[in-house]
Nanobody, 126 residues
Framework: QVQLVESGGGLVQAGGSLRLSCAAS????????MGWFRQAPGKEREFVGT????????NYAESTKGRFNMSRDNAKNTVYLQMNSLRPEDTAVYYC???????????????????WGQGTQVTVSS
């Protein structure tokens, strides 16, 4: 069982940066693949990025490639999402998610993840 708590959201101007954190409680965090997803009002929850348990493998949505970067600190049970060059269309509630993946797999489909945080709001003003 893993509990996830996101933080770091807020209001930022277009072109600015934010770093989101996702703190995990529970055992064996370093065996979990982690994902970030986001959901804007009236839209489906969409994939943002994913990182393997070791941090060696990452994958990003086309809309976030080159602007967003995921990292993790397994000693702190925390995964990060560094968001740069933010755009108004990045406005959404951002969720982190976890799935047991000791072999290094990652997933882009939200239905593959077993544990979710409560989300943190990111608002980008134009």
């Amino acid at each position: 069982q893993v509990q996830l708590v996101e933080s770091g959201g807020g209001l930022v101007q277009a072109g600015g940066s934010l770093r989101l954190s996702c703190a995990a409680s529970g055992r064996n965090f370093n065996n979990y693949a982690m994902g970030w997803f986001r959901q804007a009002p009236g839209k489906e929850r969409e994939f943002v990025g994913t990182i393997s348990w070791s941090g060696d493998h990452t994958n990003y949505a086309e809309s976030t490639k080159g602007r967003f970067n995921m990292s993790r600190d397994n000693a702190k049970n925390t995964v990060y999402l560094q968001m740069n060059s933010l755009r108004p269309e990045d406005t959404a509630v951002y969720y982190c998610a976890a799935r047991w993946a000791p072999k290094g797999d990652t997933w882009t489909d939200r239905w593959e993840y077993d544990y979710w945080g409560q989300g943190t709001q990111v608002t980008v003003s134009s």
